[in-house]
């Protein structure tokens, strides 16, 4: 609530449904499994916070991962700015990091005092655990193959996954794709 009352924006019709399935989805008893499509520059990146936000709230962690370094320092500035301000440890995983500092994360993050983790495909590596992983973001979806996905998601025990995309996909093929997927746009 603290991040959603001090945005200096206001949040589009859209954005807020979004946000009203990703709730509704929280709510279930059954993992969530919902790809976010929607045009380049749309907002998809605040409903994720948003969304970060509420699974942090109950205990859990949330760790975002990107195709690319620069795509994953992007959501690291976002999350950090908005997670800076009530005091949540948001951190980045990237092969380009040092090794003492990489050390750090890796123990930070199974121990719980990591809160968000953004990364590249370093976060699906072997050594990586979590404390209590609830939400997985994947960026780009369709950049990942299965494998990757699935690696990432079994990191946790019913986690839920939100996937984001530009790429437009008519649910037909969504479907035959990614089974029971629910598709927010």
């Not at 380049?40 to 760790?63: D, E, M, R, Y």
């Not at 980045?92 to 500092?101: A, F, Y």
């Not at 994360?105 to 590596?125: E, F, P, R």
């Not at 990942?144 to 437009?168: C, Q, Y």
């Amino acid at each position: 609530k603290s991040i959603y009352q001090n945005l200096n924006f206001k949040l589009t019709d859209s954005q807020i449904q979004v946000l009203r399935e990703i709730r509704s989805d929280f709510k279930s008893t059954k993992p969530m499994n919902r790809l976010i499509q929607g045009d380049v520059g749309c907002g998809k990146t605040i409903v994720a916070v948003l969304a970060g936000s509420i699974v942090v709230g109950n205990n859990a962690q949330v760790a975002i991962m990107a195709p690319t370094e620069i795509l994953a320092e992007q959501h690291f500035n976002s999350f950090k700015s908005y997670c800076d301000r009530i005091n949540l440890n948001c951190e980045l995983l990237i092969s380009d990091i040092k090794k003492n500092m990489k050390e750090k994360i890796i123990a930070d993050l199974k121990s719980g005092n990591i809160n968000i983790i953004v990364g590249t495909h370093a976060l699906i590596q072997e050594n990586i655990e979590f404390k209590k992983l609830g939400l997985s973001i994947i960026d780009e979806q369709h950049r990942f193959g299965v494998e990757h996905r699935k690696n990432l998601i079994k990191k946790a025990k019913d986690s839920n996954v939100l996937a984001m995309t530009a790429t437009p996909i008519p649910r037909t093929l969504s479907m035959t794709l990614h089974g029971d997927l629910d598709i927010s746009i």
